[in-house]
Structures are given as structure tokens and as C-alpha cells.
């Protein structure tokens, strides 16, 4: 079974330009997260969407950051402009359904942002 | 509002000793689960282990067990016959709710000392 799979996995950019991060889920997963960790803290989450819909986005800093999840699968997660608290990894998650919190959550090797 | 507390910035351990990394959580939800999971240098998080909070049996996998606690709120690790592949960041998570989204602790860097 293939797991969530990230690009890029590297990215070094200055502030106030522009980023994308993708996410392709595990296959059947509705429930997708993107969480941001910053270096030496825990995953913390941005976003939480089941299928198209989002669930949470209450830390999602909407005056700079956006994501969609236009057709239930993959998954986009943009910042614009960056600054340089935002340099972090980028991990994208995914698990079968909401509502069930015994459902393992999977990682995938996470976007690793640099902002200069 | 839940949340996660991991005492231990840093553990060391001898290769083929037994280690056991702490973590205390807080949660109004009835309904909740407890994970470990480990991360390596590559930063993809790997669970280790999960325990489901209404079962009193403590979970095991191989040479990872978990001691459960509920009234104290307590969620430690323990790795016997420690390897130097078991060095990583563990971070304890709690996920309860209809929601569901997990809550990490701030991890606990293990290190295996050949």
C-alpha cells in the first residue's frame, strides 16, 4: 500500500515570495491534515479536511496561508508571502474517517521550508 | 481542550538496556485515544504504538509497551533491549473527539549509546 506522498520535499525561499506544497493521500482516505512543525516542537495542525469539506482551520493563518482540496483527493497547501517564522516542515496526513478518533493517523515524509 | 506534556527534552539509553519515556495528557473527552510515535531524522512520523483509552490492558508491540494510567493521566513508554535504530524524537499524542485531529506533546529526543 503506498503511503502519503509530499513534494518538494526541499524548499528554500526568501520572504515574501511564494510557496506550494502537494499532498496525494493514502487511497480511500478521506480525512486529510496538513500540520506544521516547527523545529523542536510538535506537529501542530493547520488544516483538517474530510473529503472536499474543511473541518478545522481555526490555526490556519488565513491573512498569508490557504489550502484546497478540490476533488476529495489530493490536497495544496499555499503560503503567500512567506515570512520567516514560517520556516518549518510541512506534514501531510491522512486517515479513513472522521468521527472515529481510533483511526490511525499516517504521515508522509513532510515539506521542509526554509524561508531566507 | 486537550492537551500533552513530555517532561524528558533528551534520554539516553545503552544499546540492549530498557528505557521508558514519559508523557502526561489532559482531555474532557470520554472517548479517546493515546499514541507514541517516532521521528526520525527524515522527519516522517511512524507510530509506535496506540492504546484506546477504555481498555485498562496496557497495548504492546514487540519491544515497545506502553503504562497506561487513566486516572493519573499518564502515558509513558517503555523500549526494552534498546537499538541504535530506536534513536529518534517520540512524541506522545492524544486524539479524542468527533473531530479527531491528534495533539502532540513537544517529544523527547532519544539517544542509544552503543
Known amino acids: 500500500e503506498a503511503g502519503v506522498a509530499q513534494s518538494p520535499r526541499y524548499k528554500i525561499i526568501e520572504k515574501r515570495q511564494s510557496v506550494a506544497f502537494w499532498c496525494n493521500p493514502i487511497s480511500g482516505h478521506a480525512t486529510l491534515y496538513w500540520y506544521q512543525q516547527i523545529l523542536g516542537q510538535g506537529p501542530k495542525l493547520l488544516i483538517q479536511?474530510?473529503?472536499?469539506?474543511?473541518?478545522?482551520d481555526s490555526q490556519l493563518p488565513k491573512d498569508r496561508f490557504s489550502a484546497e482540496r478540490l476533488k476529495g483527493v489530493d490536497s495544496t497547501l499555499k503560503i503567500q508571502p512567506a515570512k520567516l517564522e514560517d520556516s518549518a516542515v510541512y506534514l501531510c496526513?491522512?486517515?479513513?474517517?472522521?468521527?472515529?478518533?481510533?483511526?490511525?493517523?499516517?504521515f508522509g515524509e513532510g515539506s521542509w521550508l526554509t524561508v531566507v | 481542550a486537550q492537551t500533552v506534556t513530555q517532561s524528558q527534552p533528551e534520554m539516553s539509553v545503552q544499546e540492549a538496556e530498557t528505557v521508558t519515556l514519559s508523557c502526561t495528557y489532559d482531555t474532557s473527552e470520554s472517548d479517546y485515544y493515546l499514541f507514541w510515535y517516532k521521528q526520525p531524522p527524515s522527519r516522517q512520523m511512524i507510530l509506535v504504538i496506540r492504546?484506546?483509552?477504555?481498555?485498562?490492558q496496557n497495548a504492546t508491540e514487540n519491544r515497545f509497551s506502553v503504562n497506561f494510567q487513566k486516572a493519573a493521566k499518564s502515558f509513558s513508554l517503555k523500549i526494552s533491549d534498546s537499538q541504535l535504530g530506536d534513536a529518534a524524537m517520540y512524541f506522545c499524542a492524544v486524539r479524542g473527539g468527533s473531530q479527531g485531529n491528534l495533539i502532540f506533546g513537544k517529544g523527547t529526543k532519544l539517544s542509544v549509546k552503543p
Open positions: 492504546q484506546e483509552a477504555y481498555k485498562q
Open positions: 479536511f474530510q473529503n472536499n469539506g474543511v473541518v478545522d
Open positions: 496526513a491522512s486517515s479513513l474517517i472522521l468521527g472515529s478518533s481510533g483511526n490511525t493517523i499516517y
